[in-house]
Nanobody, 122 residues
């Protein structure tokens, strides 16, 4: 069992930045992948970004490419989501998740955090 705890959400103005953190209770395996998803008001949960723990290769949704950066701190066992130039449409609950497949489908992820709210005002 892996517990994931997100932090760093909040309320900002459009154009500002936020960094989300996801701390895990267990170290990743060699094939572990960590991802961020979000659920916007009235929408289904959607993929945002993912990163492979070993090697660091990353993949982004088109809607955030160039504005968001996912990274990991191996010694601290933490994954970050740096969000720049935030837009009102980025308003959502953001979740981190851990799995073992380099996959944007949320069904590939076994462990989920409780989510953190991000609100972007126009």
């Amino acid at each position: 069992q892996v517990e994931l705890v997100e932090s760093g959400g909040g309320s900002v103005q459009a154009g500002e930045s936020l960094t989300l953190s996801c701390a895990a209770s267990r170290r990743p395996y060699s094939n572990s992948v960590e991802a961020w998803f979000r659920q916007r008001p009235g929408k289904e949960r959607e993929f945002v970004a993912l990163i492979r723990w070993h090697g660091g290769s990353a993949f982004y949704a088109d809607s955030v490419k160039g504005r968001f950066t996912i990274s990991r701190d191996n010694p601290k066992n933490v994954v970050y989501l740096q969000m720049n130039n935030l837009k009102p449409e980025d308003t959502a609950v953001y979740y981190c998740a851990r799995g073992s497949q380099y996959e944007s489908d949320q069904r590939a992820y076994d462990y989920w955090g409780q989510g953190t709210q991000v609100t972007v005002a126009s």
